[in-house]
C-alpha cells in the first residue's frame, strides 16, 4: 500500500526559509523519479520540482534558484529546501511520483503541507 506523508510546512515572512519532507511507502520510490507539486487557491497543481532516482533534478522557472529537491533512497524520502520564499509560493505542496501514482483511476495524493508566505 503506497502511502505519502508531507510535513514541515508552516508560516513564513517573505525571504524566509523552509525544507519540506516527504516519507514514501510502498514499492514507488525506489525505482520513480519523484516530484513536489504546489497547489495554490484556485489554481491548478503544477509540478515544481523533479529529482529522478540517479539525483537528476529539473525545476519550474518559477523556483529555479531558489528550491532545491534531493532525496533520500535507503529512508524513502524526498525534501524540498525552499528558500528566497515570496508570496506567491504561498501553496499546498504535494509529493507524489512523476507522472503521479494512480490508484484505479484516479491519481493518489498525501495530505500535503501548507505553506504559507506573509508578512
Partial sequence: ???????????????GSLRLSCAASGSI???SAMGWYRQAP???????ARITVGGSTNYGDSVKGRFTISRHNARNTVYLQMNSLKPEDTAV???NKDPPYYRGNFA???QGTQVTVSS
Fill in 29 to 31: 520510490f525506489s525505482i
Fill in 93 to 95: 505542496y504535494y509529493c
Fill in 42 to 48: 484556485g489554481k491548478e497543481r503544477e509540478l515544481v
Fill in 1 to 15: 500500500q503506497v502511502q505519502l506523508v508531507e510535513s514541515g510546512g508552516g508560516l513564513v515572512q517573505p525571504g
Fill in 108 to 110: 493518489y495524493w498525501g
